[in-house]
């Protein structure tokens, strides 16, 4: 199915409208420039970085003849506007979490995290070895794109609260930011979820516009500074154990570069994955150290909470089965889950508990 008649014909289409002509792309003397817009303020710690990573490493690889201009949130589209943006013509590319474009299409929030989805290791499994990326260009020949993974934020944090969570019914009302499928399963358990940028969570938290929220995890957070607003923090949640970013290119403009810049577009994403999740993995345990000495109470969420939230995600996920790539999308996902959580329990899982017996 083309891309206008999906739009045309599916409920899912959402605001992606039909493309407009493209903009002419940007050359100088030869060389060319490229415009990325991105879902993150400039200067949010780690995923503003993966996005300038990203396009650091296309300029340096291309010795200069491909170079990326990249705007962050406000500064040329708002934040959740650069999918349009990128599919219009607008920009050239994005550098964003695809799960802020399930209103295109729900399978989006797969390349970037479900609700009691999979690890960091087990998303680079499916993407680079199994069927994910394959899954990620299907959806980008509808919509005109062309994608990447281009960073992991690893494991993220339950999230802040403004009380401790005690049981399920402390949901209830409970005004929490949360984007994705995730968002979805909280309001199932009575949240009213809130679906915010980056740069605008600390406000709304301080002003109590919300009553909590999830953002990444111990080193994104501390420099948000959520620690000043509450002190109640929940280490493990179920919305993003192993959160994928994802760099979308115009299609048409992906394919007017030569195969050489196409190959360092893709080698550039590709190393943005590995060295986000190394940024991130490589603070958080410091970044927490601090966060209690400063007073913060680290928590987890009892069994009961963790249990209501396994059923509100079983639902979310299943509200969507019946859409061909979905479904598709949805088994690869889960087999190859499966098969690699499999393992990791067995080797990795089994090692670790041996290290921190024999060795404590």
């Known amino acids: 199915m083309d891309r206008r008649s999906f739009l045309r014909n599916s409920a899912l289409g959402g605001s992606a409208a039909a493309a407009t002509a493209l903009a002419a792309p940007a050359y100088a003397q030869g060389n060319r420039t490229l415009t990325m817009v991105t879902t993150w ?6 995923v503003h970085d993966a996005a ?41 590319m994005y550098h964003g979490a695809d799960y802020y474009f399930i209103n295109q299409h729900p399978g989006y929030a797969f390349f970037t995290s479900v609700p009691f989805g999979m690890t960091p290791q087990e998303i680079s499994n499916w993407y680079y070895q199994g069927e994910g990326h394959a899954f990620h260009d299907e959806l980008g020949q509808i919509f005109g794109l062309k994608s990447f993974l281009g960073g992991n934020t690893g494991p993220q944090a339950g999230g802040w609260f403004a009380k401790e969570i005690a049981g399920p019914e402390d949901f209830q009302g409970l005004k929490f930011r949360m984007p994705g499928l995730g968002g979805e399963a909280l309001g ?15 406000q709304a938290l301080a002003s109590g516009a919300i009553d909590g929220t ?11 500074g959520f620690q000043e607003i509450t002190k109640f923090y929940y280490t493990a949640g179920m919305h993003e154990p192993g959160a994928g970013l994802s760099v979308g290119t115009n299609l048409d403009v992906f394919e007017s570069l030569s195969p ?29 150290q601090r966060l209690q000495a400063g007073g913060v109470k680290v928590l987890e969420f009892p069994d009961s909470v963790w249990d209501a939230m396994g059923a509100a995600a079983k639902e979310t996920l299943d509200q969507y089965n019946g859409e061909d790539i979905y479904d598709r999308l949805r088994a690869s996902y889960n087999a190859s889950m499966a098969a690699s959580s499999g393992w990791i329990q067995k080797s990795e899982g089994a090692y670790r508990a041996q290290r921190d017996r024999v060795m404590s």
């Open 41 to 46: 303020g400039r200067g949010l710690a780690g």
């Open 52 to 92: 300038q990573r990203v396009a650091d490493s296309i300029t340096a690889m291309s010795d200069g003849s491909l170079t990326v201009d990249l705007k962050a949130a406000g500064e040329l589209v708002g934040a959740f506007e650069v999918f349009d943006a990128v599919t219009s013509g607008q920009a050239d």
């Open 188 to 202: 199932k358990m009575g949240a009213s979820v809130q679906n915010l940028p980056g740069a605008e969570v600390y």
């Open 214 to 224: 999830e953002w990444i995890g111990p080193w994104a957070d501390e420099k948000a």
């Open 260 to 288: 050489a810049h196409q190959k360092i577009v893709e080698m550039a994403c590709g190393e943005a994955h590995q060295w986000s999740l190394s940024q991130f993995m490589n603070n958080n345990g410091s970044a927490l």
